[in-house]
């Protein structure tokens, strides 16, 4: 049996790469993690330690290099990953690639190119598709529980904003955070998005307007199949991180909550409370990373399509553009205006 | 048109008593509150300017020999409760009665031959049964909705306990705030109970003890069904006015909760939270309060049978003695041991 | 005390004209209803004898030239109201006007004009302010409990189309069903709207679209302090009337919920459940319009500012005009472009 | 750091063994399952297989020899428990015991004398203190958080029943099913139970009835400390399994709810409703069945007393006797009367 657990390498030792070699490591028994590489040999030896991973490297190629692994997680910095999936893909490794893929559409469309021919699969870390409600929702639209949808609302608030440093070099608030939304709304709604207006403004700091970015943004998006939809994001809501959709169609509508930590009410003499729903994302989304990876596994020992494919992690970048193009020209906004 | 008004008397301008009289003025068309009597005339002159009532008197002797007057309802203090009933029955008047008919079986039975006698309306005013939530449970065990019932629980709970002068005066826990439990549970079940077994303590007040009440009980309810009950009763919840029941049947379980003054749901950095409910009975069971004077008028009206009859108000008062004695005697008690 | 008792005369014996009648007869003490006309004399006759009201009216002239009656509730059709505003007012009567005051701005000036210079009160319909949950809401950002607002969202969905007829002459969507939310959002945020963008389509029913309206739209906010707004209105919501806002602040967030008949929980073997929520207006905003008739007599009698004034009319007809023209132009469009 | 890693022997390869063997394969990194044994030698392999388990054994006592082994879990059945716990002391191995750890009060003061002499550590799994919720009503009662304690609510109730052959050899409802509750009950209040009172009945099967147990049973509390408490089991609830617990406190109450597969809520056009919640026990705790062991695991490892220890087995078996008793002689049994 031993013949067939797939053989892994991570690239990229990072929180990200910890989640992922984690799952890898102690929750898929149909996987193994063979070599986590990191530029920083101290943390992907220290990974390699906990996580009882055999070889810790500094060098990504090594694992490129090694016959016996046949897949590879790339957790690298975003402007790495059109880069390493292109490698990868000459190496013959399947791929499992956060997101976003890249700023760049021509790079994008260079890797998925190489992906194409090299014949192996490509999957984008896309997690909140496997999130319990919104897959639930996505149910819901697909076998048609709640009839035509015709409104989406996507609410996706952080905790608080990220570091500056991180802030000048997300490719801003679109790229970085109403990524997954986008990714997220062409999921629930399971048709392409035409056109978007973006209303947004700098609520939270003041320096990450100086930096050039916004951090409080309504994105109003038109679908091809006529739905209209929503996306509101907030780096800061100080009770924490908020992620809710809804979805209103011709026989009902469907709306996830947050999550929490607990289901306690609490009667006090000043009001009916509860706890703060869970946050951040590594608590709120943690089974949605191991779901997404065990799909991977699934896809490439079985070989099956993987869920979130190369044009999957294409088109949420081609909304991001475009929506911030539609804030900085104040008008709608056609994808195909960016795109081409 | 104006002949078929309702013609009604009211005893009593204590609060329960206003309450009555401003629903028939105001809020009932088939009626009309032609008097308004209380020992203290101030009290029944503020009442009747208020209220627009024509005549404001000291003594309920004057409504009940006023032909015009058809029906009367009776908010005095409960030692007076069956001598009004059997005056007002000797007089011909139809009846509305406030809870508890009497402390004593005797009186109570003695009333209830005079109404029988008389050929006039009862009824006793245990409105709870025409609360929204209390009538939607009962509904859907009358009707099927949860199937057999098998378990029910009934939590009711006060903000506060009231004066000791009260305490001292009520009857106890039992017949002055479990009474209306005790009506619940025969309400929502549809049958009798056989026997009660009862757990109590004062842990509100200690000077609650001292004037020989409970604040804190719970009394287990066996019905002649099978069905199991509890009734949760408590002098104080800080967080106010608590007032739940579920029943658990074979195809399901109903559950009602408290009703609050908005639906706002605050996220803060603390907590998520919302408002107390309602707070306390005169604004929880608002509708109730007319919803019951309605079906009373329309039953006189009508010739129809009153909603809660004289038995309605007897079996409660019965209960309270078993669960009484149960307390005392620390055993579980027939209610046939209490009532003979 | 009787001399305190303002005289009132309705305008109007519609459906929304009798609930203020019946309001200002039979709950609201400090006011009578001395006449209620209407062209169709026999709804006028047929609401007079319902609610007790002394004279039932067919020329709504006779109630301005009664000297007993020191305000008017105009409930009349919307292309009447601008000149009943006139003549109440050129007759020295309060006002209290349904909304919208008109489709043309420059008969809402006239109006507003002849209303100061006749210097009696004015106020107008947005019943929804004095709702529970709105208010309170309201309250949470006046009083600093959310912080500083950044975003809006305001959900308001019917629970069915009206009549093809009334689609014809309500003056679109926009002026007829979004005019509530519009005041709302002024309301809630306590700023000026600047801009709107307007998306919008037909997915409930394409006779709709014949008759040149639309039933599915979202109109985003901009407002003058910062504020980013969304208003989700549908024709039709399967599940009832959906009447939801939630607002963003620094400090927190406050979301009101539908109201529902009754609070129970149905935990079936299929599904837990409970009873949709209430529908239509008349239930959910029972209340409201109570409060709101009660606010106006308390205004005339105190000789106090009425909470709805006249601007409060204006501005929700300019948004109304500027969301149709976002619509038709596909574009933003500031309020200043279609005002003046 | 290897010589750290617990080594533990799994006795039992059932479905509860399973799970402790999974946790500490995967879940645990500082314990591993150094082997598995049961007397069908099939079930001890296939699970080995599974979970990377060195050794599969037919006999527990390969195990208790083994000096490499310095833990056992014991999950065979509950006639075995408290010989396996002395034959495990006896071998110096720290013990970890599922529930109930016998059904003879004399077999269990042997077991725990057993594990006192030879100064090993004992756990017993009752997981569901471990449970978020349950966690966080103990920590509000512990803290203060609501005051001191006055009532207590616990239902706990089954998607269905078990096998007709289990119920005969379970020990009945009260050491099978309520022994949970028992362990809850104790945890919450944080004191001991001093009496209890049942009322119970047959009303899901007949068969149950005629096997000698009960299926469904309300057991009334009276705590050392006055709390009174109620336990609510049922055998069948056909939404789900359900559990939930509730304290009121003198500064407020805390209430736990069902925990979801989702928090998807569906508004169709005849009800608002939701799925399901989860069911059955594995979905429900399995995060407190992990988090059990690994305080096990802690426990052994960093020489600190178990957080579940011999007496918290004990006391819910004697409830249990007394909770029949009083069934069986309908009166309310003290607890020292079925002790000693």
Same mark, same amino acid.
């Given at each position: 049996?031993?013949?067939?657990?797939?053989?892994?390498?991570?690239?990229?030792?990072?929180?990200?790469?910890?989640?992922?070699?984690?799952?890898?490591?102690?929750?898929?028994?149909?996987?193994?993690?063979? +070599?986590?590489?990191?530029?920083?040999?101290?943390?992907?030896?220290?990974?390699?330690?906990?996580?009882?991973?055999?070889?810790?490297?500094?060098?990504?190629?090594?694992?490129?290099?090694?016959?016996?692994?046949?897949?590879?997680?790339?957790?690298?910095?975003?402007?790495?990953?059109?880069?390493?999936?292109?490698?990868?893909?000459?190496?013959?490794?399947?791929?499992?690639?956060?997101?976003?893929?890249?700023?760049?559409?021509?790079?994008?469309?260079?890797?998925?190119?190489?992906?194409?021919?090299?014949?192996?699969?490509?999957?984008?870390? $896309? !997690?909140?598709? %496997?999130?319990? !409600?919104? +897959?639930?929702?996505?149910?819901?639209?697909?076998?048609?529980?709640?009839?035509?949808?015709?409104?989406?609302?996507?609410?996706?608030?952080?905790?608080?904003?990220?570091?500056?440093?991180?802030?000048?070099?997300?490719?801003?608030?679109?790229?970085?955070?109403?990524?997954?939304? $986008?990714?997220?709304?062409?999921?629930?709604?399971?048709?392409?998005?035409?056109?978007?207006?973006?209303?947004?403004?700098?609520?939270?700091?003041?320096?990450?307007?100086?930096?050039?970015?916004?951090?409080?943004?309504?994105?109003?998006?038109?679908?091809?199949?006529?739905?209209?939809?929503?996306?509101?994001?907030?780096?800061?809501?100080?009770?924490?991180?908020?992620?809710?959709?809804?979805?209103?169609?011709?026989?009902?509508? &469907?709306?996830?909550?947050? !999550?929490?930590? !607990?289901?306690?009410?609490?009667?006090?003499?000043?009001?009916?409370?509860?706890?703060?729903?869970?946050? %951040?994302?590594?608590?709120?989304?943690?089974?949605?990373?191991?779901?997404?990876?065990?799909?991977?596994?699934?896809?490439?020992?079985?070989?099956?399509?993987?869920?979130?494919?190369?044009?999957?992690?294409?088109?949420?970048?081609?909304?991001?553009? &475009?929506?911030?193009?539609?804030?900085?020209?104040?008008?709608?906004?056609?994808? &195909?205006?960016?795109?081409?």
């Amino acid at each position: 049996m031993k013949n067939k657990i797939l053989q892994v390498g991570v690239i990229g030792a990072g929180r990200i790469g910890k989640i992922h070699a984690r799952s890898l490591a102690f929750l898929i028994p149909e996987a193994q993690v063979a +070599a986590i590489a990191d530029v920083d040999a101290g943390a992907a030896r220290e990974a390699a330690e906990a996580l009882r991973i055999p070889k810790a490297l500094s060098d990504y190629r090594e694992i490129l290099a090694d016959r016996q692994i046949q897949a590879v997680v790339i957790c690298a910095p975003t402007p790495l990953h059109s880069a390493l999936i292109e490698e990868a893909a000459a190496a013959g490794k399947h791929i499992f690639c956060e997101k976003p893929v890249d700023f760049d559409l021509a790079r994008i469309d260079a890797a998925l190119a190489a992906v194409k021919k090299a014949g192996v699969k490509l999957q984008i870390g $896309f !997690n909140r598709r %496997f999130d319990a !409600n919104f +897959a639930r929702v996505r149910r819901a639209v697909a076998e048609g529980e709640i009839g035509q949808p015709q409104l989406l609302h996507i609410v996706s608030r952080d905790p608080g904003p990220p570091p500056l440093s991180y802030v000048k070099s997300s490719g801003g608030i679109f790229m970085d955070m109403t990524i997954h939304d $986008f990714d997220m709304a062409r999921f629930l709604i399971g048709a392409e998005v035409e056109e978007v207006y973006t209303q947004a403004a700098v609520t939270v700091d003041p320096a990450i307007g100086q930096a050039g970015d916004l951090d409080t943004a309504v994105v109003l998006l038109k679908f091809a199949n006529g739905v209209i939809g929503t996306i509101d994001n907030c780096r800061q809501a100080v009770y924490g991180y908020d992620q809710r959709v809804e979805v209103l169609g011709k026989k009902g509508a &469907a709306a996830s909550q947050n !999550n929490y930590p !607990n289901s306690v009410v609490f009667s006090g003499g000043e009001a009916i409370r509860r706890d703060l729903p869970l946050n %951040f994302f590594l608590e709120r989304y943690a089974e949605s990373f191991v779901t997404e990876m065990k799909l991977f596994v699934e896809a490439v020992r079985q070989d099956k399509p993987t869920p979130v494919g190369g044009l999957d992690g294409r088109h949420p970048v081609v909304m991001a553009r &475009a929506a911030r193009k539609s804030y900085d020209e104040h008008r709608p906004v056609r994808l &195909a205006e960016v795109d081409g």
